[in-house]
Nanobody, 127 residues
Framework: QVQLVESGGGSVQAGGSLRLSCVTH????????MGWFRRAPGKEREGVAA????????FYADFVKGRFTISHDYAKNTLYLQMNSLRPEDTAMYYC????????????????????WGQGTQVTVSS
């Protein structure tokens, strides 16, 4: 069993930065594909970025490329999302998700493929 706990959300002005964290509790000594998703008001949840906890490449949605960076600290069992140059359209609830195994380029952004989810952390960007 894997439990995910996010933190780091908040309110910032456009152009600002935030770093989200997601701590993995439970059976963490396994290979995981971990991702960040977000749901804006009135919209469906969408994939933001994903990576394997054992390393390897990362995947990003086009709308965050060059602004957001996903990383993982294996010793701390923590996934991060560094968000720079934030825009009002980045306002959303951000969720951490995980599934055992390695990420796949064809499905990493598909929420139905993830088994474990955190409760979410709110990010609000004002203009």
């Amino acid at each position: 069993q894997v439990q995910l706990v996010e933190s780091g959300g908040g309110s910032v002005q456009a152009g600002g930065s935030l770093r989200l964290s997601c701590v993995t509790h439970g059976d963490s000594d396994i290979d995981l594909c971990m991702g960040w998703f977000r749901r804006a008001p009135g919209k469906e949840r969408e994939g933001v970025a994903a990576m394997d906890t054992r390393g390897g490449g990362a995947f990003y949605a086009d709308f965050v490329k060059g602004r957001f960076t996903i990383s993982h600290d294996y010793a701390k069992n923590t996934l991060y999302l560094q968000m720079n140059s934030l825009r009002p359209e980045d306002t959303a609830m951000y969720y951490c998700a995980a599934i055992k195994g390695m990420c796949g380029a064809s499905w990493w952004s598909r929420e139905s493929d993830y088994r474990y989810w955190g409760q979410g952390t709110q990010v609000t960007v004002s203009s």
